[in-house]
């Protein structure tokens, strides 16, 4: 086994320049590879660029846009002379757009959590699979999904447009590994529970929920995740480590799905 498992690879990160897909970059990195990844933010770009260094490109894309990923993989073939494997991080919360619980959707939180978390990922997953099968070669997708998809947290986390798209890119993944196996593209999911990322910052602030998550991430302490307790897995799926593994979810919880919490 390579003691640098993502050694001559080329990862393409899908929302790479903040939070979790910055931190995947950086451990794919240390980790032998090659990135690719995208932000729509001009800043974090650049800032990205300057963490990640020569073994990655750093570029301003939209997700939510149908050739975001297809410019990605372009680069990565362009650049680095392959591409390997896709991760798929980019999302977001709908929450003040008016996702909620089911009576209280709004038209536009409904879609715009939609667009943000499944749409983007049918169009990523899509162009890595047309590259893999017209160069004729294996690969692999990791797509992010949440631990809200098979388990809910009604009191502080019911955004349910976003809880549906969630459970979504399992269902979508699944069949997606089912179909393409026999092509040696393989799919798998990671499913984290809460994370400090600037997409929880509300939740982080929260006093209510963290007394909450003492007990219901109760694993180290009882804490919220930190970025870096996703990269070991993330680094896995997309290595040759698991070249034999395809349709599985994995969550990275803390302890989330076996604990109850604490409720008032």
């Not at 162009?127 to 070669?137: I, P």
């Not at 026999?182 to 809460?194: E, Q």
């Not at 307790?229 to 989330?256: E, H, I, K, M, P």
Request: proline content about 3%.
């Amino acid at each position: 086994m390579n003691e640098l498992p993502l050694e001559d690879r080329v990862v393409v990160i899908v929302g790479g320049t903040t939070g979790l897909g910055l931190s995947a970059a950086k451990a794919c990195i240390a980790a032998g590879g090659k990135v690719v990844c995208c932000g729509r933010s001009l800043k974090s770009v650049e800032s990205a660029q300057q963490v990640l260094g020569q073994s990655a490109l750093v570029l301003s894309a939209d997700a939510t846009e149908s050739d975001c990923a297809d410019r990605l993989i372009a680069v990565a073939i362009n650049s680095f002379h392959g591409f390997d494997a896709l991760y798929h991080v980019a999302g977001g919360s709908g929450r003040k757009f008016g996702d909620g619980p089911l009576h209280e959707l709004t038209d536009e939180g409904i879609e715009l959590t939609q667009r943000l978390n499944l749409t983007s990922l049918l169009y990523s997953n899509r162009a890595a699979v047309r590259s893999f099968l017209a160069r004729e070669v294996p690969g692999t997708i990791l797509n992010m999904s949440s631990v809200l998809a098979f388990s809910p947290s009604p009191q502080f986390f019911a955004t349910h447009s976003y809880a549906a798209t969630k459970a979504a890119v399992i269902g979508f993944s699944k069949s997606c590994a089912a179909y393409y196996a026999p092509m040696n593209i393989r799919f798998n999911v990671v499913a984290p529970a809460l994370m400090e990322t600037p997409m929880s910052t509300r939740a982080v602030a929260d006093n209510a929920i963290q007394a909450f998550i003492k007990n219901k991430q109760p694993l180290d302490g009882g804490r919220v995740g930190a970025t870096e307790d996703l990269d070991s897995a993330v680094v896995y799926f997309l290595s040759n480590q698991s070249r034999f593994v395809t349709g599985q979810v994995l969550a990275v919880d803390g302890g989330w799905c076996v604990s109850q919490g604490e409720m008032k």
